[in-house]
């Protein structure tokens, strides 16, 4: 337990040490109370806080259950096992609401990123380049589009098995990702189909560089697990941008 007599020390001692829970004792007047709740929940919005409070009338435990306290306790008619029943709900609600934000997330992360790579799907993609044509309609930069073929990949999946042929799409995967730009979208369409999406070039020597950068990042050969040769996996591509080659998602895919 720390303990903390002002508003400052008790950010402080936050800012230290996330706690499971707060106690708030409002000090003085009863707005003193809500505004202080207010400043503890900005700074450790995930923390649960209770009030216990020497004077709490209806209207007070409103506006501070509306300002993010879990439970409003008045110290006259609540001893003090009330306020430990009172933390561990309030400890254990807070862990089931964290575990469920946990799952949304994972959940809208499946459904828009590939399971094997953790790259963006085709359906994360297409969303993305529709938004690029949209702001390069009324922008100046543009949407380009690489289309990167791995060649050999299917040599590796006949002659080492499926189980190396993932393992050097993750190996793919995370080169791309380090090769293109922060702004740049990597995707995997499907078996070895893999596309990156440059959502703001302003010429085709923008796409040539990125171009570059992600042949060089390919080149070297792949390590797999074991004792097995290194892999090496070429790569061929092929480019577009808007609006010169397609105006349209499917126009630019089909160049």
Do not use: W
Request: glycine share 10%; proline share 7%.
């Amino acid at each position: 337990v720390r303990r903390a007599g002002t508003l400052g020390e008790a950010i402080a001692l936050v800012a230290q040490e996330m706690p499971d829970a707060i106690v708030l004792e409002p000090a003085i007047g009863p707005m003193d109370g809500v505004a202080t709740l207010a400043s503890l929940r900005a700074v450790a919005p995930p923390v649960p806080v209770v009030v216990y409070a020497r004077l709490l009338d209806d209207a007070l435990a409103l506006r501070l259950l509306r300002t993010g306290a879990q439970e409003c306790l008045a110290k006259g008619h609540a001893p003090p096992e009330a306020l430990a029943r009172a933390l561990g709900f309030a400890i254990e609600r807070q862990r089931r609401l964290a575990a469920l934000e946990a799952e949304r997330l994972q959940a809208a992360h499946r459904a828009t990123h590939d399971p094997l790579t953790g790259l963006a799907n085709r359906a994360l993609f297409f969303d993305h380049l529709e938004r690029a044509l949209a702001a390069g309609s009324r922008h100046g930069p543009k949407p380009g589009v690489l289309y990167v073929d791995l060649d050999g990949f299917k040599g590796v999946n006949d002659r080492l098995g499926h189980t190396a042929g993932d393992q050097v799409l993750q190996a793919v995967a995370e080169r791309l990702t380090e090769s293109v730009r922060r702004s740049d979208l990597v995707a995997r369409l499907g078996g070895d189909e893999v596309v990156v999406l440059l959502p703001d070039v302003t010429s085709r020597l923008d796409v040539a560089r990125v171009r570059g950068a992600v042949l060089e990042g390919l080149a070297p050969p792949i390590a797999l697990p074991g004792d097995g040769a290194p892999v090496l996996i070429g790569a061929s591509e092929g480019e577009a941008m808007a609006p010169l080659d397609g105006t349209s998602a499917l126009g630019l895919l089909e160049m």
